[in-house]
């Protein structure tokens, strides 16, 4: 069967009459005063939708599978501010798991995660220069269990990242920053540091499932990412006789330490430099990202988001710088605009320092 879909969840407005293909992610009962229903949310790549398969309808249904593609008929409407599906009609397709593609049904990074698992390789090929740590990271990203895993471990169940491929983009994006802010500081151990942003969130591809559910595992549940990190890099360290027992208690302090303070989970506070670092890049890419997410999907004519609890704040889209004008950029003079260079080329960098601490 060739799976393929004409709208996204999205595109759909209400009034629109609805002939399509869904994953089934929720199907519960209910009881009306008409009678039983069914409460289902509906799935495609880039959203979700409610339902309701109302009485009679919803008796000719003995249960409702999670996880099938499902093709759907019915009318859109309102209710309470949000768009819901009347169904008329849910036929479940029965197709096979590995006949679905699955990137029409869940979401995911909009980079295909093996170029960000190959990009994550060369750039600690390219930046470690201690060859015990260059060769620690590629015998762990080679390793065909964690390669698996990486593949499809979203970044988070719901808060930021949280989609195929989420957990390389945000790995990714904390190992720029790590290494933006070791040019910065001179005195930083920029190797350590960029080892434990690479492996800082690696328990995730344990912690949660990365299929249709992508909810917390049992071990997840009872252990945490950062307990799950440690014990699967535990056996590619006790091999690594190069690295000396100093730098792999540095590089899993980075790692117990990397959520900052005991209320967010850490086992540790950051007690290093690199610790410090790490932590906050960290946090940075995992507010950007959600709050980023947040105002990417406000309607056009609406310019706060709703609430948000886990930061007890809304945000607001301001007005955006307009960008540059190409056609008076291509007429520009090298003297009035000259040509973009790197700024870390700029500096003038003094041999690294003990950095002066302040006493208090």
């Known amino acids: 069967m060739v799976v393929q879909k004409k709208i996204f969840i999205p595109d759909i407005q209400p009034g629109t009459r609805v002939n399509e293909l869904f994953l089934l992610v929720e199907g519960r009962q209910g009881q009306a005063r008409n009678g039983p229903y069914w409460q289902v949310r509906l799935q495609d790549a880039r959203g979700t939708l409610e339902g ?26 309102l209710f309470r501010d949000q768009l819901q599906l009347r169904i008329e009609q849910l036929e479940i397709l029965g197709i096979a798991k590995d006949e679905v593609d699955w990137a029409l049904f869940l979401p995911r990074s909009a980079r ?11 750039l600690c090929a390219r930046e470690l220069q201690h060859a015990p740590w260059r060769k620690f990271c590629r015998k762990v990203l080679r390793d065909p269990d964690i390669r698996t895993r990486l593949l499809m471990a979203p970044g988070a169940k719901s808060m930021h990242h949280a989609y195929i491929g989420g957990l390389l983009e945000h790995t990714l994006a904390v190992c720029r920053l790590t290494l933006a802010i070791s040019a910065q500081y001179l005195e930083v151990d920029r190797e350590v540091l960029l080892v434990g942003a690479v492996f800082h969130d690696l328990g995730k591809a344990w912690e949660l499932s990365a299929g249709v559910q992508r909810d917390y595992t049992d071990p997840g549940r009872l252990l945490g990412h950062i307990l799950q990190g440690l014990a699967v890099l535990e056996p590619f360290l006790a091999k690594s006789n190069e690295l000396t027992p100093g730098l792999q208690l540095h590089f899993k302090h980075l790692l117990v330490s990397h959520h900052g303070e005991y209320e967010y989970g850490s086992p540790r506070r950051p007690k290093t430099t690199e610790a410090l670092i790490l932590h906050y890049a960290d946090n940075l890419d995992a507010k950007v990202n959600m709050t980023s997410q947040l105002v990417e999907d406000l309607p056009e004519e609406t310019s706060w988001t709703s609430y948000q609890r ?27 605009h000259p040509a973009k260079r790197n700024f870390l080329n700029d500096l003038h960098l003094p041999e690294a320092q003990p950095s002066t601490k302040n006493n208090e």
Do not use: H
């Not at 295909?112 to 060369?122: A, G, H, N, V, Y």
């Not at 007890?312 to 056609?327: C, G, L, V, Y």
């Open 52 to 77: 309701k398969i109302w009485s009679p309808i919803s008796q000719a249904y003995l249960e409702l599978p999670v996880g099938e593609v499902v093709r759907v008929q019915g009318n859109t409407d």
């Open 112 to 122: 295909k995660p093996e170029d960000m698992l190959l990009e994550l390789e060369e």
């Open 310 to 336: 886990s930061m007890e704040r809304q945000f607001f889209r301001p007005e955006r710088t307009p960008k540059a004008d190409s056609r008076r950029s291509a007429t520009t003079t090298r003297a009035e």
